[in-house]
């Protein structure tokens, strides 16, 4: 679900990062991604992160030119309360799609890839 989100967001010519799983180092999918936005191209990156009660995955991707966004899943599904401007829930509120707040910057929290103001 979150790969479909992802590859409609960066395109089909986008470079697949990788998907990290629990406990792998994210170090190479992240550096990746990272020197895809770094040229202005397009990526995806996918995560799954050790949730409380809940099945967890976060990735961003991006078409050329350097847009982002943040692509979340939780098996619990989302709130539809306080989301920020633009996000939009897809499957059930399952999958919450956030664009990154512009301008775009990227910085890397763990070794995983996350966006900031």
């Known amino acids: 679900m979150v790969y479909r989100?992802?590859?409609?967001?960066?395109?089909?010519?986008a470079s697949d990062?990788?998907?990290v799983g629990?406990?792998?180092?994210?170090?190479?999918?992240?550096?990746?991604?990272?020197a895809a936005w770094k040229a202005k191209?397009?990526?995806l990156v996918r995560y799954d992160v050790q949730g409380t009660d809940s099945e967890l995955v976060?990735?961003?991707?991006?078409?050329?030119?350097?847009?982002?966004?943040?692509?979340k899943y939780d098996s619990n599904g989302w709130m539809t309360d306080?989301?920020?401007s633009g996000a939009e829930l897809f499957d059930r509120h399952h999958i919450l799609v956030t664009p990154c707040p512009l301008p775009v910057n990227l910085f890397s929290s763990g070794g995983y890839l996350a966006?900031?103001?």
Not at 58 to 71: E, I, N
């Open 41 to 43: 191209g397009a990526f």
């Open 115 to 117: 966006c900031y103001r």
């Open 82 to 84: 306080g989301l920020r």
């Open 17 to 19: 990062c990788g998907h």
């Open 5 to 13: 989100h992802l590859r409609d967001i960066a395109g089909k010519d």
């Open 22 to 34: 629990l406990h792998q180092d994210p170090t190479a999918a992240s550096d990746c991604a990272l």
């Open 58 to 71: 976060f990735g961003l991707a991006s078409r050329a030119g350097g847009l982002v966004s943040s692509v």
